[in-house]
């Protein structure tokens, strides 16, 4: 069975953000993991692997050379084999390229099994699983807690819906996108480390993969970023003084109800 | 060109979720500049008594009531939405980035090679430019994002993000019939509705927000009660969700649900950051914490230092005084 995994970097959640001077690019402090949410989609592989015999991890990350890092990561957990496709020059913010791209590899590569994380922390879309699974007309269920092997044609999944869960059979080849729950991505042993640093990671052109180079620029992208702001701040807190807790509940509910209105 | 709007509404339990009409509000404040219709969009079985709901927001209402939609699938609601929008060509597509929304439309624009903005918190038209408003970096920047190259956008908003005004059209309804078939390569063997029956915490209007300062899961009990007299939701930081007192559905923040509801209280919460990253675009934010350093009182409007155990029952006293008053 070929699992492809589909993993990103991107800024830590501590790492600091800037906005440059010309409100449409970030600089962002050099703190860069694998996202959080993609964590479980390489942990699920390689306990989908210990299930399933004969089974090969490939993951796969769209972006710069330092990306790298990310995928070397997913090696020391466990993964067998990684590719970059390089997107230097051709950085886009439209996701439907990203998942072109990816779909072309998947195509390329073959796969019984796609997972995904469910969301990047940094853009914080959620879109390209199920853009993916559209692009190669494959079934895709999102944000999975559980994934239970019946045979290789078939899985079972369960996820979070409005309100509750689900369970769905599902037959491969199909996309899955990992939610938090669905495991505990293990830290990667000191051997898995060492495989990793000298793992062989061939970086990849997109324009390998059946896309013309003119369809993946940012003249091509559907969508423009116009301009970044910082949130605006609160004003600072008030701190609501009182000699017993009964005062200061009765202020604060005055607070809420005249100032705030909130109550 | 067509410049409608579609928005797509969203039912739960038989009923219309709020975040619909919030969509609905403001695509039509969106349809009122752009001299275009508003179309709401309703898919299911059996909806014929939640049309009149609609009438007053909406110019037409495009309705596909058959058994196959009866759950939400991503096969046959990405059929029916691409066979309607195809029919209609509408400009925008609005919906909400709910479960259901996260599923449905990044399948959609797919198919139909449509930008899609997704999380959004707000829109703009201005000369025929669309102007979307996006939170990223867990909230630490807002981006301003606009579509090109395109006849068709779809965004997605943050329930919560629009106020609801009722209007006083009439909408014409359209009953449109097609074939659906179901995807078979998909069976869904068993819907487990957990927590169905309280309001989605997401949509809350009202969160109070328990962390570990809780000190353990019967202490919840008095959020649940608040939670009663306020008609919201109770919440749960990750060290609560980890330590197993409350259901990760309950989880506020960076690893679970973000939400903005017009109050959220925190008790006994830290406000580190991964928690205030799902919880910074609440309207109102209060805090009470025994910690005056607490980083919580850096994101909260009103603070009160002081032990919960003291605060929270002359909290619920005092707000049922008031509920009772009114
Ligand atoms: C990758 C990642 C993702 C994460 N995602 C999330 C997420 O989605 N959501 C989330 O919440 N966290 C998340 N976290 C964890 C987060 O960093 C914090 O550890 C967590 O939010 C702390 O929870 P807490 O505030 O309940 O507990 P603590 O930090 O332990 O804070 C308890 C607070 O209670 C106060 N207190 C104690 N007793 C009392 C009392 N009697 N009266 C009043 N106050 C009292 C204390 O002063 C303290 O401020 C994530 C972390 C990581 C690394
Ligand atoms: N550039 C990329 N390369 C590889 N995988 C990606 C990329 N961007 C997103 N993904 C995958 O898609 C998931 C959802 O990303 P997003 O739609 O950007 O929120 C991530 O968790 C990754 O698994």
Known sequence: MNILVFIKQVADTEARILIKGDNRSLEIENKYNLNFFDEFAVEEAIRFKGKVKDSKISVCTYGGKKAVEALRTAIAMGADQAYLIDNTDLDTDDPLITAKILAGFAKKEGFDLILCGRQAIDDENGNIGAMVAEFLKIPHVTAITKLDVVDEKKIIVENDIEGGKETKEVQLPALLTTQKGINEPRVPLITGVMKAMKANIPVIDPVTLGLAKESLDRNASKIKILSYETPKGRPPVKIIDGETPEEKVKKLIKLLREEAKVL | ?326
């Open chain 2, 1 to 326: 060109m067509s410049k409608d709007i579609f928005v797509f509404i969203e039912c739960k339990e038989g009923s219309i979720r709020k975040t619909s009409f919030e969509l609905l509000s403001k695509g039509k404040e969106l349809a009122e500049k752009l001299s275009s219709e508003l179309y709401a969009v309703l898919l299911g079985f059996d909806t014929k008594s939640l049309i009149d709901e609609i009438k007053p927001f909406a110019h037409k209402i495009l309705s596909v009531d058959t058994e196959l939609l009866k759950d939400y699938r991503w096969d046959t609601y990405t059929d029916a939405m691409e066979y309607l929008i195809k029919k209609y060509s509408p400009y925008l597509v609005l919906g909400a980035s709910t479960i259901t929304g996260k599923d449905l439309f990044p399948r959609l624009a797919a198919r139909l090679d449509a930008p899609i903005v997704s999380d959004a918190i707000g829109i703009e038209v201005t000369d025929g430019e669309i102007k979307i408003k996006k939170p990223i970096y867990g909230g630490k920047i807002i981006s301003w994002v606009t579509t090109q190259n395109t006849p068709i956008s779809i965004v997605t908003f943050r329930p919560n993000s629009f106020s609801i005004v009722k209007g006083d059209t009439a909408a014409e309804v359209i009953d449109e019939r097609l074939e659906i078939s179901m995807d078979s390569r998909i069976n869904t063997n068993r819907i487990d509705k957990g927590g169905s029956k309280k309001v989605d915490l997401q949509e809350a209007d009202f969160i109070i927000c328990g962390g570990r300062g809780m000190k353990g899961p019967e202490n919840f009990n008095i959020l649940e009660e608040i939670a009663e007299i306020l008609g919201g939701r109770v919440g749960a930081s990750r060290a609560v969700v980890d330590s197993k007192w409350r259901d990760y559905e309950d989880q506020v923040g960076k690893s679970g649900k973000t939400v903005s509801p017009k109050l959220y209280i925190g008790c006994g919460v830290s406000g580190a950051l991964h928690h205030t990253m799902g919880m910074d675009t609440s309207k109102v934010i209060v805090a009470v914490n025994k910690d005056p350093n607490a980083l919580i009182f850096q994101y909260a409007d009103y603070g009160i230092v002081d032990d919960l155990f003291n605060i929270l029952p002359a909290l619920k006293d005092g707000l049922k005084n008031l509920k009772q008053e009114a």
